[in-house]
């Protein structure tokens, strides 16, 4: 009854001051963690010590909901760099570095127009490795003004030449990464 009489602003300040006395007065007067002396006053070794002891959280923890993700810039991914740097000479038609998947569109080198490749490149790893892409080529072949396509996935002689390709551009990046970090450590 109290409430209809006071103005909306004092209601919602009553309510609110009142959990907050509530929720203190449950704490019998001690804060969880409010002894200072069992606390180091580096900063640095409370940040450790509290990881080593698991405290903390976040909100999306708290409320059960799930992590956005870890967000690479792409040029950091050799594998990716190296696979870009391998089809340049292609248009591109989609490319997702978060979905791990680069397709270009049709190409054609100019001799026959008739005849054009494309190429799909799924990442399953960010590892350096022979089965860390699965590689498409399709090629199509039309008749006279792009009339009756026929669209077929071509031979593994192919595929296997691009991936040992960007595989070995992707290790000669990785190399020059860790140089890179090996000279900036000496400094």
Request: hydrophobic fraction near 35%.
């Amino acid at each position: 009854m109290i409430f209809k009489i006071l103005p909306k602003k004092v209601t919602i300040t009553l309510i609110f001051s009142s959990l907050i006395i509530l929720i203190l007065n449950g704490c019998n007067g001690k804060l969880p963690g409010g002894d200072a002396r069992k606390f180091p006053a580096d900063p640095k070794k409370r940040v450790e010590q509290n990881l080593a002891e698991g405290r903390g959280f976040t909100l999306n923890d708290t409320f059960g909901g799930s992590k956005g993700g870890t967000f690479d810039f792409a040029n950091s991914n050799e594998l990716w760099r190296a696979s870009l740097d391998v089809i340049d000479f292609m248009p591109l038609s989609s490319v997702n570095y978060s979905g791990g998947i680069i397709i270009t569109d049709w190409y054609s080198d100019g001799q026959n127009s008739n005849e054009s490749i494309k190429i799909s490149i799924r990442f399953l790893t960010n590892e350096i490795r022979s089965d860390a892409l699965d590689i498409k080529i399709f090629n199509r072949k039309c008749n006279n003004n792009f009339i009756n396509c026929n669209i077929t996935e071509t031979d593994k002689i192919l595929v296997t030449e691009i991936t040992k390709e960007i595989l070995k551009k992707a290790a000669t990046y990785k190399k020059e990464k860790t140089n890179k970090r090996k000279k900036a450590r000496k400094k």
